[in-house]
């Protein structure tokens, strides 16, 4: 839980999006396009309807003429490309009416609880009109291109659960196939993708009716969609240590089953090798000019080469072969190969580990409490013994305090203060986790009251630091085990694990503070027939 290792994950088969499609998948869920009315500018609505056995789902897509200069992944952006809802059922026209006078403004507009996601996108301009030219001219655009970038459009914000006005999480926790963490979000991502790509095709087809043609299918399955993330998203793994928990959980309780595993069956080592065959290729294709991640991509490469070369000197033949093959990564390969081993471990056993998806949810409401009756002593020991870690840390020195946490007041998102060179340390968000438990620790000494509850009510400032505690003592994955005000903290890590869980690829980090990454890229499009392949991921951006 060190922010190091989590700022290493990849995506696994756990991770949201992939179980997403399989859920949609072996539900035989069918998909249409009741709506597409846009003009030659690229301005109108589309609609997306995914029907279930149970309920339908519909993305109501925007399409606007955004000048270039307003153009800006920025969340002080206040016009997109795109803007899109995904709708609770099948919207009316007096519902795409109401959501047109809305979505487009998105915070700035009013929602209903019948919108459940609320998102935004914007064109990767040069790609995105050398698409739209080739296939007007009749040929397919330029391979190369289309792989080093990934994808035509790149979200900028995906919304859900209650914020702006749309749909509680509530509303959807006990459906089957959004029930698991952030499939709605999942969901709307990947409708937005089919329309990336039937946008340009419908802007070629009414540039040049005579000679336009359709996207090559395997160059249509190598886009998928891009997302710039920042700052704004890394507070939620500190927010929510029961969710991070069960998270964490799902992966650890997966790779101990494989590692438990006392032979390797042919068709288990094949998936291994598949995977680890298309890997090579998927991390070629993995760029950044970031200087910390590209030479950690550079080892990878080595990592996944020294791998094939130890499974190829008889890997399988070893007792314990899955825990033997863990072992080895652990001594010889990188930190960033050895989660990539983890991902190559997990792959082959869907039976094995696929139940696990579903265990990913939990209901938070059910921590808020405090018990109060333990007493400040016994509450001192359970911090001595969650928290020596914390323990460990000089918050008397400068730099353990370096920076602080705030909610910036023109966009209610997260941003990171300097604590000695800026104002605005007295509005701190209490994500200063090990500071703040420290000091409850201190205060906990020579307590005169006779309970927690007593000490809380002559001291409630420590509140928050005590119910944290609680739900530590329970939940052993839920606390990031790092200082979140150091001066030399990366929030990128808190970024890229909270990413892989999504099933995102290709991470490129602009900077400490966010990166940009893709999703479904390579995955089926709701118009291929299913069953879809579920080892889609590893096509590397450029295979079908």
């Known amino acids: 839980m060190r922010l190091a290792r989590l700022g290493s994950f990849h995506q696994t088969r756990l991770s949201f999006l992939r179980a997403l499609l399989r859920t949609l998948g072996a539900g035989r869920w ?122 035509l459009m790149r979200t900028t914000a995906v ?74 998203m890394a507070p939620f793994l500190v927010r929510h240590p029961s969710l991070l928990h069960r998270w964490i959980l799902a992966r650890e309780t997966a790779l101990a089953r494989v590692r438990a595993l006392d032979l390797a069956s042919a068709a288990e080592t094949a998936a291994f090798a598949s995977a680890l065959g298309k890997s090579h290729a998927l991390v070629a294709g993995w760029r950044t000019d970031d200087l910390v991640q590209r030479p950690r991509i550079e080892a990878l490469r080595r990592d996944l080469r020294a791998v094939e070369a130890h499974v190829a000197a008889g890997a399988w033949d070893r007792p314990q072969p899955w ?17 990539y081993l983890v991902t190559l471990l ?8 696929d139940d696990l998806a579903d265990a990913m949810a939990i209901d938070e409401t059910a921590l808020h409490g405090i ?33 602080f946490w705030y909610v910036s007041e023109e966009k209610l998102e997260p941003r990171l203060g300097e604590r000695w060179r800026e104002e605005g340390a007295d509005r701190e968000q209490p ?6 438990v420290m000091a409850l620790a201190a205060a906990l000494q020579g307590s005169p009251e006779p309970t927690l509850a007593a000490f809380l009510l002559a001291h409630p400032e420590h509140r928050h630091a005590a119910r944290r505690v609680q739900i530590a003592a329970g939940h052993p994955y839920g606390e990031i085990r790092d200082n979140l005000v150091d001066a030399g903290m990366r929030p990128i890590d808190m970024l890229r694990c909270k990413l892989s869980f999504f099933g995102c690829t290709r991470f490129d980090p602009r900077s400490d503070l966010w990166l940009r990454i893709t999703m479904f890229q390579g995955a089926p499009f ?19």
């Open 30 to 151: 069918s998909f249409d396009r009741p709506v597409f009315d846009i003009d030659v500018r690229g301005v109108g609505v589309a609609v997306y309807r995914a029907r279930g056995p149970e309920r339908t789902y519909s993305l109501v897509c925007f399409s606007h003429d955004l000048p270039p200069e307003k153009r800006t992944d920025r969340v002080i952006a206040e016009e997109w490309d795109a803007t899109f809802a995904l709708f609770d059922g099948e919207p009316a026209a007096a519902d795409i009416e109401r959501l047109r006078q809305n979505v487009p403004r998105q915070e700035a507009g009013r929602c209903l609880e019948t919108e459940l996601v609320l998102a935004r996108a914007n064109r990767s301009v040069r790609l995105f009109d050398h698409v739209v030219e080739s296939l007007a001219a009749g040929r397919q655009p330029d391979a190369a291109a289309l792989a080093a970038t990934g994808y």
């Open 159 to 232: 919304y859900g659960n209650g914020k702006f006005g749309i749909a509680d999480r509530s509303r959807i926790a006990d459906r089957p196939e959004l029930g698991g963490p952030f499939r709605a979000e999942m969901l709307t991502v990947w409708l937005i993708r089919a329309f990336t790509v039937d946008l340009a095709e419908h802007l070629a087809a009414l540039r040049s009716p005579q000679s336009a043609v359709r996207l090559d299918p395997a160059l249509r399955r190598s886009l998928g969609v891009g997302n710039a993330t920042g700052l704004g």
């Open 323 to 339: 825990d033997a093959l863990y072992r080895w990564g652990e001594a010889h390969l990188s930190r960033e190969g050895q989660e």
């Open 346 to 353: 997990i792959e082959p056993h869907g039976a094995l580990v």
């Open 371 to 403: 018990d109060g009756t333990v007493s400040p002593t016994g509450f001192a020991r359970l911090i001595a013994r969650h928290y020596a870690w914390a323990a460990a840390i000089d918050f008397a020195a400068s730099d353990p305090q370096a920076r």
């Open 431 to 436: 994500l200063a986790t090990a500071r703040d």
């Open 526 to 544: 709701p118009s291929d027939p299913a069953p879809w392949s579920d080892d889609w991921i590893y096509a590397g951006g450029g295979e079908a």
